[in-house]
């Protein structure tokens, strides 16, 4: 997908923690240099947000593992940026698709691919009869809107 998406990068960087493991394999797989992202520098040692080496100009994509609202995600793109990094964008393995998320890769203007998402997730449980019909109306009002549903339920 990064291949066919951005062409190939230069480096490939991992979101801590989720991101570091699927984004060294990728690296490996690629022949690409590896490095991670803290959603925030540390607060100890070197006081480093970005762990690895990268020069400005270079181009960058980010993985993860998980886009829920893509807070931490993206504050990982905004330091590979800030740094000078040219972020061609974002693979994931999973979203939930949540409506906040795609408005904040809108903001971030930062294109995100993922290999399976949430519908499909419900699609193969609703199929595998491991969900009911009702189980699956209330999933989809959660991912509608997650703090809405969850309120409704305190």
Not at 30 to 50: A, C, D, M, T, W
Not at 58 to 78: F, M, P, R, Y
Not at 136 to 149: E, K
Request: glycine share 8%; charged share 20%.
């Amino acid at each position: 997908m990064i291949l066919e998406h951005y062409d190939k990068p230069e480096v490939i960087a991992g979101v801590a923690t989720g991101g570091i493991a699927q984004g060294a394999l990728v690296a490996q797989e690629l022949g690409l240099p590896f490095i991670y992202v803290r959603s925030e520098k540390k607060s100890h040692g070197l006081s480093n947000q970005i762990e690895g080496v990268i020069q400005p100009g270079q181009s960058v994509v980010v993985i993860e593992d998980l886009i829920s609202t893509g807070g931490s995600s993206l504050k990982a793109v905004e330091a590979l940026r800030d740094a000078g990094a040219n972020v061609k964008g974002m693979l994931a393995i999973f979203t939930y698709g949540l409506s906040a998320a795609r408005e904040n890769f809108k903001k971030q203007e930062c294109n995100l691919l993922t290999l399976t998402d949430f519908d499909v997730l419900l699609q193969k449980a609703v199929n595998e009869k491991f969900i009911s019909e009702n189980d699956l109306q209330s999933l989809l009002q959660w991912q509608s809107n997650p703090q809405s549903w969850s309120d409704e339920r305190s």
